[in-house]
């Protein structure tokens, strides 16, 4: 298939970039991956591995793009949890006194 990363076309296929990735030991991963076999590599990584060309040189969106077309799972940032609702301190100070002023 062919596809485009860093405004270069490559011919990648499933089994071909499997082969790539075969004997590489993947980074730790701190931020989007991808599913290839039972490993999880970093985007850059195998972006890196597949296109020959400095990390610098694509972005993470352009990998996606062709491992998704390619038929890989693509895993996105964790998602932070919202953070915990915070007092403000009448309303601790409230709260201490045992009648609460909502905000």
């Known amino acids: 298939m062919r596809c485009v990363i860093a405004r270069f076309p490559f011919y990648l296929t499933n089994s071909g970039v499997q ?3 075969k004997d590489v030991k993947p980074e730790p991963v701190l931020g989007e991956s991808v599913i290839i076999g039972r490993r999880h ?3 850059k990584q195998v972006g890196e591995v ?3 060309q ?3 040189d694509f972005s993470t969106g352009e990998v996606v793009r062709a491992m998704t077309l390619l038929g890989f799972t693509c895993r996105g940032l964790p998602t ?3 953070p915990a609702r915070t ?3 009448l309303q601790a100070a409230s709260a201490m006194l045992g009648n609460p ?3």
């Open 19 to 21: 082969a790539s990735m």
């Open 41 to 43: 590599y970093p985007l």
């Open 50 to 52: 597949i296109t020959h």
């Open 54 to 56: 400095d990390r610098r």
């Open 80 to 82: 932070a949890t919202a």
């Open 87 to 89: 007092l403000t301190p």
């Open 101 to 103: 002023v909502s905000g």
